[in-house]
């Protein structure tokens, strides 16, 4: 089988993580063993930690996560268009520019809904 | 579907083994442009950054390990080996030691397919802008999984900043680099070089340069976008409670992230490894690359912090339009006939 | 040698996959998706989309995967645990089982019956300049229905989500 870029690819990741992982079960083993309280306590500049880490916060951004997935399709379809794009007759070229002007409303109500903080 | 009669003798295997192991591409792999290239420019950069910040700063940085404290890198490293891997009670070690694993495996993906010169790439593959850019996509999820599975706040609150910050800048990202898509007409990144060779990608697309540039900071979480990091604020961020061998495994990952995104730079807006030929292909190629890195360094010591929600809006609204704006002036660009210089 | 990496893809699919559904913790489990989404991107490189499998990668296991890590990160538990612990139900795995293996039977039947051609089809990898071309040109109607689609969902989404919070935080915002 040739040397194509992918088993190239998955050789060097091998490789990396070769390399890595003996680091890392050196530092378990090299590691105190057994629990103490002040040692294993968050860290939080010597105050003691009070309450629940895992809480609801920046919750007013998640639209931004959506759009994102929204953009990253989008992404997808524009590169294929922009590496044809001098292939294209004139017309149709600017087809595919729609389909991003479709997805500039709702990218205006998720940057609406975003900036108020009180509905999440 | 057939039968699964192909499956491979042990043999072929092993000759396919050791094909790879003593093919050219394997010392590419393991030396130039690979494995010891991002390790060793990693540990160079962290030097590099300390001195930089350190004279912008008047002071001196690392003085005495080695002359001009070049060692420092190697001595911190052989220190935070030898330091305890304190994970917290509430912490999850395993999912974290694998996340620390995983930034490594992520942040040294790209070099893959990065040329250092002509011909001098490990893997030229045909979509290679797009293997960079999906390599670069994986990292907020990693961010946030270190930031949720250390249970503490810093870390926590760190990784959702660092998650929204990068996603909300890899669309400008990816849209700024559409423009030399367009006038290239290829994903693969030799050619985008080899496109270069009457003028770089920096004189027509200048917008998408200065875009392209931004989201990098951006997706490197360095000043001006530094929130999730926030010394002052939240420790160390989302690598807060990464300690011993798991944080040097992560330093070393943004590191590496930072070489890989200013050779990225230097392929798509410098021209790569072109130059007169006074020094070879590798050479310029790395000149150009340390001196992106050392802008990107001088920029954090010379910048305030830009606040979280000023930070996505700016992302989302102006660095997408002009984005955009790019890709229409490479549209009139191309409607115009210009891009006769840039197709080989 | 390529069955070896399908073989390898395919055990990574169906192990994380499995493992993604045992898991105690809905984080784990979610790490197993993206375990196994990044196994589905590795069989379209071997179908030869290599340009999908990036896609795959970035629009998966970089996007979505992380709106199903935030979603279970960010659901107010009261209890502390949102999986219960449940008596494993011993008649459902041996149910799994047989099902498995009538699956098995059925494909060989299939196989023996209607035998396929033996030769693998040629390997095709379409160039990306066609498929732009191609969807700029013939599918632009549909891609533009596809964006209408993406809004509606989008926006509908967001209200749903929105109006979620609204009924219960009366006057207290949280």
Known sequence: MALDSWTLFVVFELLIFLGIFPLLVFGWLMGAKGRDPIRDAPFESGQTHLGEARQRYMMQYYPYLIMFVVFDVVAMFLFTWGLAFTA?????????????????APLGYALYLSSKTEIW | MRRLQGLPALDEIVSLAVRIITSRTFLEILVFPGFLNITLSAAFLTWLERKVIARVQLRIGPLYAGMWGILQPIADGVKLMFKEMIFPELADARLLMLCALSLMLIAAAPVVAIPFGDGLVIANMEIGLIYVFAAVSLFPTVILLIGWGSNSKYPFIGGLR??????????????????????????????IVKAQQNIWFLVPQVLGFAVFFTTVLAELERIPFDLPEAETELVMGWMTELSGVAFMIGFLAMYIKLYLMSALITVLFLGGWLGPPLLPDPVWFLVKTFLVSSVIVIIRGSFPRVRIDLLLKAGWTRLLLLALANIFVTVILIVLGLDWMWRV | MPDLAFLALSGLVIISAIFALEAKELIYGAVGLAFSLIGVAGVFVLLGAEYLAMFQVSVYVGAVVVLILFTIMLVRRESGRIVEEEEPCRLGRAGMLIAGLVAVAVAEAMLILAPL????????????????????????????????LIGATVVGGLTLAKIDREEKADGTAQ
């Open chain 1, 88 to 104: 294209l007759p004139f017309a149709q070229g600017f087809l595919l520019l729609v389909f991003l002007v479709i997805l500039v």
């Open chain 2, 162 to 191: 660092s998650l929204f910050q990068q996603v909300s800048y890899e669309i400008p990202m990816w849209f700024s680099a559409l423009g030399i898509v367009m006038l290239t007409g290829s994903l693969n990144l030799t050619e």
């Open chain 3, 117 to 148: 051609s033996p030769e693998t089809p040629e390997f095709y990898q379409a160039p990306l300049r066609e498929l732009g071309r191609s969807l700029a040109t013939s599918y632009s109607v549909a891609l533009v229905i596809l964006g209408l």
